[in-house]
T-cell receptor, first 110, second 115 residues
Framework: GEDVEQSLFLSVREGDSSVINCTYT??????LYWYKQEPGAGLQLLTY?????DMKQDQRLTVLLNKKDKHLSLRIADTQTGDSAIYFC??????????FGAGTRLFVKA | EAGVAQSPRYKIIEKRQSVAFWCNPI?????LYWYQQILGQGPKLLIQ????????DSQLPKDRFSAERLKGVDSTLKIQPAKLEDSAVYLC?????????????FGQGTRLTVV
């Protein structure tokens, strides 16, 4: 079945890099997404990657995709306290359906 | 640009009562989604509209949940009667069109507590 899995927590020091990992099951996924959710807010699309790409860089964000292992990661360089939030990995399973992981809560220590 | 508006922000009801949530999408967005986000989980799609037609409602518990988007703009989601396990944040999102890689903008959500 369709499933997206993430680790639940990550704690880093301010200025360090954060790496959030995700695995998915649907090999026919066309797009994979990273969303950010701050307390009391809706989800905000951070970045996405097309399934025929290996890497995408957008300012402090780097997305790596290993399609063979169905593994997606989000690296945040120079992590700031404002990056503290829940990060959701999501995949498009075909058609119009997007499946979300349970989210990784990132704690940034000053 | 105004975002997706939802109301109320919070709602507490007793089990077996009814409740309704309202969503006003971004102007011009044809596609509207309702998601249920249970604490500690990712959002789960309940229903997706394209204009005023339903695209996907396969995960909507139709014995108690209903949703409509009569004029293809605002939408309401109703639960009747509510159960304890319906406690969650209900997120509304909209996008310009349906399909993959179409950025969906999310509202702040309505937090429902059923006691």
């Amino acid at each position: 079945g369709e499933d997206v899995e993430q680790s639940l927590f990550l704690s880093v020091r301010e200025g360090d890099s954060s790496v959030i990992n995700c695995t998915y099951t649907d090999s026919s996924s066309t797009y994979l997404y990273w969303y950010k959710q701050e307390p009391g807010a809706g989800l905000q699309l951070l970045t996405y990657i097309f399934s025929n790409m290996d890497m995408k860089q957008d300012q402090r964000l780097t997305v790596l995709l290993n399609k063979k292992d169905k593994h997606l990661s989000l690296r945040i360089a120079d992590t700031q306290t404002g990056d503290s939030a829940i990060y959701f990995c999501a995949e498009d399973t075909g058609g119009f359906k997007t499946i979300f992981g349970a989210g990784t809560r990132l704690f940034v220590k000053a | 640009e105004a975002g997706v508006a939802q109301s109320p922000r919070y709602k507490i009801i007793e089990k077996r009562q009814s409740v309704a949530f309202w969503c006003n999408p971004i102007s011009g967005h044809a596609t509207l989604y309702w998601y249920q986000q249970i604490l500690g989980q990712g959002p789960k799609l309940l229903i997706q509209f394209q204009n005023n037609g339903v695209v996907d409602d396969s995960q909507l518990p139709k014995d108690r949940f209903s949703a409509e988007r009569l004029k293809g703009v605002d939408s309401t989601l109703k639960i009747q009667p509510a159960k304890l396990e319906d406690s969650a944040v209900y997120l509304c999102a909209s996008s310009l069109k349906a399909g993959v890689n179409t950025e969906a903008f999310f509202g702040q959500g309505t937090r429902l507590t059923v006691v």
